[in-house]
């Protein structure tokens, strides 16, 4: 791993650097303060591009007036996979260096809000083609190391898990910042908002928060915590060096490759299994059949029945097992030349029991 020392600057060469950082915290417990502190800092010092995505101002504001009206969390759930979709098509642009198109199935008002938030930040040019769907990238956005700073609580793990893994599918960097305060703080301070969430709620998530585990889940390694106190400055320089290390250690698809592989190999032979399945059922009836009107004498019929349900099932337990007694060396298992090597095995069997050669 390239430590943060190797990192480069505004300037840098070769891929572009890219990475997501998002806050994970309870309501209230100053993670919007802290994004837009952090977003300039690093705009400042590193020169690079910053998009604070601050999931409270996108999630349609009609939702939010009232809480009753408030989505389930289910709704909540679709609203936020909505928006990460919504970054992964200004990443794609991003990295391709090319124009940001509008998701087809998209919600109005959020990406309305969406867009605004990235004009905010100087990251999609206003001077855009939005009549027909697509927007213009500002040389900032595609010129200068990138980190987007996803602002939401992120209480649950798996909730982190889905960003993580568009950091995968990009090859992107991947880091998280735990904002820790205490609930009797983060709910005096809720308590000071004009739209004060309901106390329970945030009693609620502190009683369910799974703050970020990089013990148990290696894909959290990239994460600090960070004190509600002001930054000291040798917790500054761990941040930095987060950040950095993220940055210049983007996440790598192999795991998911040998899970991914392990997965098709499964569905593969499943679907191999099952075609065989049918197709040796077919052959088996339609054999009989013609025995039955060869006139092959009933006891006969019996034996051959039972021969021959013996060979599929010998067969299907061969595909089962992934060993290749009837299909020599080949590598790949086709459902094709299973079923000529059944035929063929079928036919030295038949042939015992029909008067003339079949
Ligand atoms: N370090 C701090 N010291 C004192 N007050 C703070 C601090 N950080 C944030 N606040 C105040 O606490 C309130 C909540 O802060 P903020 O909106 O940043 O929290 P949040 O974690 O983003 O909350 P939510 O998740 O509900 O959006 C604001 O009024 C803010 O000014």
């Known amino acids: 791993m390239k430590t943060a020392e190797d990192a480069r600057g505004a300037c840098s060469e070769g891929p572009r650097e890219i990475g997501l950082c998002l806050l994970c915290g309870l309501p209230g417990a100053g993670k919007s303060t802290f994004a837009r502190a952090l977003s300039h800092q690093l705009r400042l010092e590193r020169g690079w591009a910053v998009g604070v995505v601050t999931y409270d101002d996108v999630m349609p504001d009609a939702f939010l007036e009232e809480a009753s009206a408030r989505p389930l969390p289910s709704q909540w759930k679709l609203l936020r996979q ?26 109005a008002t959020m990406w309305e809000h969406f867009i605004i938030c990235l004009k905010d930040q100087d990251l999609v040019s206003s001077a855009a083609l939005e009549t027909q769907s697509c927007y213009l990238l500002t040389k900032t956005a595609v010129s200068r190391p990138l980190f987007l700073i996803l602002d939401d609580n992120f209480y649950y793990q798996s909730m982190r898990y889905e960003v993580y893994q568009l950091a995968r599918k990009y090859s992107l ?178 042939q015992k029991y029909f008067s003339k050669p079949h």
């Open 173 to 350: 960097g991947f880091c998280q910042l735990f904002l820790d305060c205490s609930l009797e703080t983060c709910l005096q301070r809720n308590g000071q908002r004009p739209q004060a969430l309901p106390a329970e709620t945030i009693h609620l998530m502190a009683r369910k928060i799974e703050k970020p585990n990089p013990e148990k889940n290696a894909w959290e390694h990239n994460s600090l915590t960070i004190q509600n106190t002001p930054c000291s400055s040798e917790a500054s320089l761990k941040l930095t060096d987060l950040l950095l290390t993220a940055l210049e250690n983007p996440v790598k698809d192999i795991e998911d490759n040998v899970e991914q592989k392990e997965t098709d190999r499964i569905i593969c032979s499943t679907n191999v299994l099952h075609q065989a399945d049918q197709t040796l059922r077919r052959i088996v009836s339609q054999t009989m059949k013609e025995a039955k009107d060869e006139q092959v004498v009933p006891f006969n019929l019996k034996l051959l029945a039972e021969e021959l349900n013996k060979l599929k099932a010998e067969f299907l337990e061969d595909l089962r097992h992934g060993n290749k007694k009837y299909l020599c060396s080949q590598q790949t298992i086709h459902v094709s030349d299973v079923i000529s090597f059944f035929h063929y095995e079928k036919d030295n069997i038949v």
């Open 82 to 107: 909505e928006l990460l979709k919504y970054l992964e098509y200004f990443l794609m642009a991003v990295i391709n260096g090319c124009q940001m198109s509008a998701p087809p199935n998209r919600t």
